[in-house]
C-alpha cells in the first residue's frame, strides 16, 4: 500500500539555512553529492530566500498595523509519497514530471502562484520529494493561521491532496490515525527511512501500539553521519596514535641525552686528577726533552772541535 506524503509546518526564524538548503548550497548529511545534478529548481531568481520572502510581503501586505518581529514569514511544505512507489516514479522520467506538473498546480491552487517562493525537486536523497516554500499571505495580510487553518483544514487539504496523487497510485494515510510530524528533521528521518518504518507510521494506534520497535529518524541520520566521517575518524587515531608514539621516542630520547651528560660529567670529574697528572709530565717530559737536546748538542760541538784539533796535529799545523 502506497500513501501521499504532504507535511506542512511554520518557516521560524532565520530563513537563510532553510534557503541553502533547498537550493542544495550546503548539501546535507543525508544526500548524496554525486547525484546533486538530478535536482531540478524550478523557481530561480538568483537572490537568497530571504530576500524574496521579504519583497514578497512588502509587495502583498496591505495591514495597517507593522509587522511583528517573530511573525511567521513563510510555510515550508514537503510533498513525496512511499518510497519504493516514488523510485518507480523517478525511474519514469515522463510520470516523474506529471508528478512535478500536478503537484506544482495542486500549490499554486492552495496558496496562489505568487506566494511561491521556492519549488524544487530533490532526486539526491533516499526518496524522491518536492520541497516547496510559501508565504502566508491571504487577503493582505501575513497569516500563517489562516492560511495552515485548524485541524480540520489540515485533515481536508490531506483528503484534497491524497485524491489528486491516486492516478500515480498514492492514496491519502488512514485518518485519524493520529500519526504526526513534529518538525522537517523528523519528516526528512522519515520519508529517507526504509519503507517499512514509512508504512508503519500511517498504520492505526491500535495497531502501533502492539509494535515495540520504533524508528528513531535521529538515529537513522547519526548512523549515516557517523558512516561518512568513518574513514577520518580512522585517520585521525591513526595520527593520534603515531604522536603518541612519537611523542615517547622523544621522552626516551631526552631522557637518554641527559643520561649521557651526566656519565660524561661524573667521569670527567674522575678523570680531572688523571688530566692533571698527564699534563705535569708532559710538562717535565717536555723539559727533560729540551736539556737532552742542547746537551747533545754541547757534546756534539766538543767532538767536532776535537777532532779539528786532532786534524791539525796531524798536518803538523
Known amino acids: 500500500m502506497s500513501f ?10 532565520s530563513v537563510g539555512g532553510l534557503g541553502r538548503h533547498v537550493e542544495r548550497e550546503k548539501v546535507p548529511l543525508n544526500a548524496d553529492p554525486t547525484k546533486q545534478n538530478l535536482n531540478q529548481h ?3 531568481t538568483g537572490r537568497p530566500l530571504s530576500v524574496d520572502i521579504q519583497a514578497r510581503i512588502q509587495e502583498g501586505y496591505t495591514g495597517k498595523t507593522a509587522i511583528r518581529k517573530d511573525a511567521v514569514k513563510c510555510l515550508n511544505i514537503v510533498l513525496s509519497g512511499s518510497h519504493v512507489l516514488m523510485k518507480s516514479i523517478e525511474k519514469d522520467p515522463a510520470k516523474l514530471k506529471a508528478w512535478v506538473e500536478e503537484n506544482r498546480a495542486f500549490i499554486n491552487e492552495q496558496y496562489r502562484p505568487e506566494n511561491v517562493m521556492r519549488f524544487s525537486l530533490h532526486l ?3 526518496t524522491p520529494h518536492l520541497h516547496v516554500v510559501v508565504v502566508p499571505l491571504k487577503d493582505g495580510k501575513l497569516t500563517a493561521k489562516e492560511v495552515m487553518g485548524n485541524s480540520k483544514n489540515l485533515t481536508e487539504l490531506q483528503t484534497a491532496y491524497g485524491k489528486r496523487m491516486e492516478k500515480f497510485g498514492l492514496r491519502r494515510g488512514i485518518e485519524n490515525s493520529r500519526a504526526s510530524h513534529t518538525g522537517v528533521k523528523e519528516f526528512y528521518g522519515r520519508i529517507n527511512a526504509p519503507i517499512e518504518a514509512t508504512e508503519m507510521a500511517y498504520k492505526p494506534l491500535s495497531t502501533l501500539e502492539s509494535i ?3 524508528i528513531n529518524p535521529d538515529n537513522v541520520l547519526k548512523a549515516k553521519f557517523e558512516a561518512a566521517i568513518e574513514p577520518l575518524v580512522k585517520e585521525v587515531q591513526v595520527l593520534r596514535h603515531e604522536r603518541q608514539r612519537n611523542t615517547t621516542l622523544s621522552k626516551h630520547a631526552i631522557e637518554s641525552y641527559q ?5 660524561y660529567k661524573i667521569q670527567s670529574e674522575k678523570l680531572l ?15 727533560d726533552e729540551t736539556f737532552r737536546i742542547q746537551w ?20 803538523g799545523l
Open 42 to 44: 524550478f523557481i530561480q
Open 259 to 263: 643520561l649521557a651528560e651526566k656519565q
Open 124 to 126: 539526491d536523497e533516499r
Open 273 to 287: 686528577p688523571t688530566m692533571k697528572r698527564l699534563q705535569e709530565e708532559n710538562f717535565k717530559l717536555a723539559t
Open 296 to 315: 747533545m748538542e754541547q757534546v756534539r760541538k766538543v767532538q767536532e772541535e776535537k777532532k779539528n784539533q786532532e786534524k791539525k796535529r796531524g798536518l
Open 4 to 13: 501521499a506524503v504532504l507535511h506542512i509546518s511554520k518557516g521560524k526564524g
Open 212 to 214: 515495540k520497535v520504533r
